[in-house]
């Protein structure tokens, strides 16, 4: 913190825009890790859908599980 209160205001205002452009790329990773969660939260949500009532026809769950996996969250 000492360091900042023997910087010029050129070297402060350097220093404000690398942390402002570092702040912008942890927003970016932030979005697309958040939409990659949000995602597959979807996929799971749809697949334990599936068990609340049994079935008895259990490649036709296989199939729905397959289907789930390959098209939900997949725009």
Known sequence: MSDY???TL???QQEHAELL???EMLDKKYK???ARAEKY??????IASLFVVPSENH?????A???ILERVGEE
């Open 32 to 34: 697309h890790h958040a």
């Open 41 to 46: 939260r979807r996929k799971c949500e749809s």
């Open 65 to 67: 599980i397959q289907t």
């Open 10 to 12: 050129e070297q402060l």
């Open 21 to 23: 452009e570092f702040n």
């Open 59 to 63: 490649q036709m769950t296989i199939k």
């Open 5 to 7: 209160m023997n910087m």
